[in-house]
């Protein structure tokens, strides 16, 4: 059994780890993993479950990620978000600062005013406080029902969709309507587009972020769009079935009420950790394949050291350091995301919208690969347990 399978096991629940130092990794009982291993080879009917996705784009070990055999931890320090865009969807031949003729110009092409005010139109009309991913829902709508080319599902038509999308996104976030204008200082790329949306945080930390949180292997959401784009679905209907999936208190929203946590936490930190040792793990620890630590949110901690209080790090630290030493729960990047809004003082659904902007170009390049596969190739089948 490949590690990357055993890694799988763990993400689904089927296998807990048995945590040991973080130099020696994660064992496993060997009756428990013999046992899946048998599970999963008798019940396998010719179709793929999610640990028989073979995939060339992300890497995610106990304590690390790479994109395409580079280390996340080293991307984010060198490259913007648009090569590491490339990379991804382009594969290992369009690597890190290589130019490419692949999808969009990153100064030029955002929407015309014509798409603009569709778009405005359509975020208008939603009921107020609608939640950040419903406008991102109805953007990625208006970014399909206006492009001619919707039904083209060509490797390179996805690439274009993928990026045309992020940007009818970040459009959406604007309040009281979309704008025709970028402001001062934005180049157009698309961290700098993010960092006037959501106001306050400089655009080297945002494009950070686009970096850390660009893929992250199966994950429910991009496991919906594979599903999706199995089935024959255009561009924009995969990444409405990812927007669907990561709608979810337990994936996109979770940074969201990481944010409760952290500001309680931050104010008495003996107390958040009494609670979370007596009451079960809290919002942005542990994690279901990290055992030794959460690569992405280490990262973003140390980008924030800069301009976060530095008692408030001292705080934190001090709450990971117990939760991790006394029950193996590592810090995930929801509580750095939590940190980055608290920091900068950003609406509390930044996390959020940062986080499904950043996935796109993730949910493009698996889109791209499901493409070389066979179609209609995702059917679980159901072991009916009613009466008869």
Same mark, same amino acid.
């Given at each position: 059994?490949?590690?990357?399978?055993?890694?799988?096991?763990?993400?689904?629940?089927?296998?807990?780890?048995v945590?040991?130092?973080?130099?020696l990794?994660?064992?496993?009982?060997?009756?428990?993993?013999?046992?899946?291993?048998?599970?999963?080879?008798?019940?396998?009917?010719?179709?793929?479950?999610?640990? *028989?996705v073979?995939?060339?784009?992300?890497?995610?070990?106990?304590?690390?990620?790479?994109?395409?055999g580079?280390?996340?931890?080293?991307?984010?320090?060198?490259?913007?978000?648009?090569?590491v865009?490339?990379?991804?969807?382009?594969?290992?031949?369009?690597?890190?600062?290589?130019?490419?003729?692949?999808?969009l110009?990153?100064?030029?092409?955002?929407p015309?005013a014509?798409?603009r005010?569709?778009l &405005?139109?359509?975020?208008?009309?939603?009921?107020?406080?609608?939640?950040t991913?419903?406008?991102?829902?109805?953007?990625?709508?208006?970014?399909?029902?206006?492009?001619?080319g919707?039904q *083209?599902?060509? &490797?390179?038509?996805?690439?274009?969709?993928?990026?045309?999308?992020?940007?009818?996104?970040?459009l959406? $976030?604007?309040?009281?309507?979309?704008?025709?204008?970028?402001?001062?200082?934005?180049?157009?790329?698309?961290? %700098?587009a993010?960092?006037?949306?959501?106001?306050?945080?400089?655009?080297?930390?945002?494009?950070?972020?686009l970096?850390?949180?660009?893929?992250?292997?199966?994950a429910?959401?991009?496991?919906?769009?594979?599903? %999706?784009?199995?089935s024959?679905?255009?561009p924009y209907?995969?990444?409405?079935?990812?927007?669907?999936?990561?709608?979810?208190?337990h994936?996109?929203?979770?940074?969201?009420?990481?944010? *409760?946590?952290?500001?309680?936490?931050?104010?008495?930190?003996?107390?958040?950790?009494?609670?979370?040792?007596?009451g079960?793990?809290?919002v942005?620890?542990?994690?279901?394949?990290?055992t030794e630590?959460?690569?992405?949110?280490?990262?973003? $901690?140390?980008?924030?050291?800069?301009?976060?209080?530095?008692?408030a790090?001292? &705080?934190?630290?001090?709450?990971e350091?117990?939760?991790?030493?006394?029950?193996?729960?590592?810090?995930?990047?929801?509580?750095?995301?939590?940190?980055?809004?608290?920091?900068?003082g950003l609406?509390r659904?930044?996390?959020? &919208?940062?986080?499904?902007?950043?996935?796109?170009?993730?949910?493009?390049?698996?889109?791209?690969?499901?493409?070389a596969?066979?179609?209609?190739?995702?059917?679980?089948?159901?072991?009916?347990? %009613?009466?008869?």
């Amino acid at each position: 059994m490949k590690v990357q399978t055993v890694y799988a096991y763990v993400s689904r629940g089927v296998l807990t780890p048995v945590r040991r130092d973080p130099e020696l990794g994660s064992l496993f009982a060997l009756e428990d993993v013999r046992a899946v291993g048998e599970r999963g080879r008798s019940s396998r009917r010719g179709r793929a479950a999610s640990d *028989d996705v073979r995939t060339q784009i992300t890497e995610v070990t106990a304590g690390g990620l790479s994109y395409r055999g580079y280390a996340v931890s080293q991307l984010v320090r060198t490259r913007s978000v648009e090569e590491v865009r490339r990379l991804l969807v382009g594969g290992r031949g369009d690597e890190p600062g290589r130019s490419t003729s692949r999808g969009l110009d990153p100064q030029r092409e955002w929407p015309g005013a014509d798409e603009r005010a569709a778009l &405005a139109a359509v975020i208008d009309a939603l009921p107020p406080g609608s939640s950040t991913l419903d406008r991102f829902k109805h953007a990625v709508l208006v970014a399909g029902a206006t492009d001619v080319g919707r039904q *083209d599902r060509s &490797a390179a038509a996805f690439a274009r969709a993928g990026e045309r999308a992020v940007r009818f996104m970040t459009l959406a $976030l604007s309040p009281g309507g979309v704008p025709a204008e970028r402001s001062k200082g934005n180049d157009g790329s698309l961290a %700098a587009a993010l960092a006037d949306a959501v106001g306050g945080c400089p655009v080297e930390v945002v494009e950070a972020v686009l970096v850390l949180l660009a893929d992250h292997d199966l994950a429910v959401s991009t496991t919906a769009v594979r599903v %999706a784009v199995s089935s024959g679905a255009d561009p924009y209907g995969a990444l409405l079935a990812g927007l669907a999936a990561a709608d979810s208190p337990h994936h996109m929203a979770a940074p969201s009420r990481a944010l *409760d946590w952290l500001e309680a936490a931050l104010r008495d930190p003996r107390a958040a950790i009494d609670t979370a040792l007596a009451g079960g793990k809290p919002v942005g620890f542990g994690h279901v394949v990290y055992t030794e630590q959460d690569p992405r949110a280490q990262v973003l $901690l140390e980008l924030l050291e800069p301009f976060a209080d530095a008692e408030a790090l001292v &705080a934190l630290r001090l709450v990971e350091r117990e939760l991790v030493d006394r029950r193996g729960w590592v810090l995930t990047v929801d509580t750095s995301l939590a940190l980055l809004m608290q920091t900068f003082g950003l609406p509390r659904d930044a996390g959020t &919208a940062l986080f499904a902007c950043a996935r796109t170009a993730g949910w493009t390049a698996h889109a791209i690969e499901e493409l070389a596969e066979p179609g209609m190739r995702f059917r679980l089948k159901g072991v009916y347990t %009613a009466p008869r």
